[in-house]
């Protein structure tokens, strides 16, 4: 089974500050990990994945995301937080095709990420 | 090159009515994916399928809720005899290809209330 936790239902930041939205998974295979973002009423945008190679994952929109492996976990950040960040952030977890079978991404339950001006 | 298109966006039902929700994936994609958004919560995943073939069915509820995804025209989602219980955003993703590294492309989502 595999699983995706977000901890914090709302982060709050202030505009210009860092940002970090936790994540932790548990899989019983190698991890492939996602991060989406979701606007209201809008559909999910994926921003980054890891799925081998460089522990740093750089994404969309300034974004990136530290892969640990001893912790599971896969943090997004961002050095400088903008307005127009706020939005509901996804983690998701699959495992890789050759460790295991389950073939859908498996989602946390979303970060409400508010970037106050 | 389109999105994932989905529709209706809204839509609305009476109770013990049919929900029928359309997929078309982006162009040359052959794998859709149907996930849930149930409100303050997060995506489920319902149902992973190819052209003409239902790959897992794990996430759908075993009564009312079928999808198909024929050799031509868009995937359906479609849910019979509707409950208030059944409102909730269904988003459809599609990939290029199977289970890979790659990342899912989603639809802007229908959105289902049912009366």
């Known amino acids: 089974a595999q699983s995706v936790a977000q901890p914090e239902d709302q982060v709050n930041v202030a505009e210009g500050n860092p940002l970090t939205v936790k994540c932790t998974y548990s899989v019983s295979g190698n991890p492939y990990l996602f991060w989406y973002v979701q606007y209201p009423n809008r559909g999910l945008q994926f921003l980054l994945k890891?799925?081998?190679?460089?522990?740093l994952v750089k994404g969309s929109y300034g974004f990136e995301a530290e892969f640990n492996k001893s912790q599971t976990s896969f943090h997004l950040k961002k050095p400088s937080a903008l307005v127009s960040d706020s939005a509901l952030y996804f983690c998701a977890v699959r495992v890789g095709i050759s460790s295991g079978s389950a073939r859908q991404l498996t989602f946390g339950s979303g970060t409400q990420l508010t970037v106050l001006p | 090159n389109a999105g994932v298109m989905q529709n209706p966006r809204h839509l609305v039902r009476r109770r013990g009515q049919e929900a029928r929700l359309r997929c078309s994936p982006m162009?040359?994609?052959?794998?859709v994916y149907w996930y849930r958004q149930l409100p303050e919560e997060g995506l489920k995943f319902m149902v992973y399928l190819q052209k003409e073939n239902i790959i897992d069915e794990s996430g759908m509820p075993k009564e009312r809720f079928s999808a198909e995804f024929p050799k031509e025209g868009p995937s359906i989602l479609r849910i019979q005899q509707v409950v208030r219980g059944d409102s909730a955003a269904y988003f459809c993703?599609?990939?290029?290809?199977?289970?890979?590294?790659?990342?899912?492309?989603f639809g802007e989502g229908s959105r289902l209330t049912v009366l």
């Open positions: 890891y799925i081998t190679g460089d522990n």
């Open positions: 162009k040359g994609h052959s794998h």
């Open positions: 993703a599609s990939t290029l290809g199977g289970p890979s590294t790659g990342e899912l492309f």
